[in-house]
């Protein structure tokens, strides 16, 4: 059982900083992409920022030069600070990890893995 579990959003004011942390526990072979998504109400899900296991990275266009995305892949984290946030960026952040895992029987699998999602509002 793979499990990704999200901490860090909150309330704060425009112009404001956060940091969301993300942690994947479980019988986890190995982690490939990692990211961010949010969902604002009534909008779609989007992707935030994304990395990849070596490192690479990709940003929303409204959060890049804002936003900056990093993992441990000892620790199984990724980790987003937010700084100069804005009113815009207010939804429910969720985290998200592509994971290799191998059953009891032996069988291998890959599939994308989702947190339960945690608040982030901007006031203005």
């Known amino acids: 059982q793979v499990q990704l579990v999200e901490s860090g959003g909150g309330l704060v004011q425009a112009g404001g900083s956060l940091r969301l942390s993300c942690a994947a526990s479980?019988?986890?072979?190995?982690?490939?992409?990692m990211g961010w998504y949010r969902q604002a109400p009534g909008k779609q899900r989007e992707l935030v920022a994304s990395i990849t296991r070596g490192g690479s990275t990709n940003y929303a266009d409204s959060v890049k030069g804002r936003f900056t995305i990093s993992r441990d892949n000892a620790k199984n984290t990724v980790l987003l600070q937010m700084d100069t946030l804005k009113p815009e960026d207010t939804a429910v952040y969720y985290c998200?990890?592509?994971?290799?895992?191998?059953?009891?029987?032996?069988?291998?699998?890959?599939?994308?893995?989702w947190g339960q999602g945690t608040q982030v509002t901007v006031s203005s």
């Open positions: 479980g019988s986890i072979l190995s982690i490939n992409d």
């Open positions: 998200n990890a592509l994971i290799q895992t191998r059953s009891s029987g032996g069988y291998y699998s890959q599939r994308n893995y």
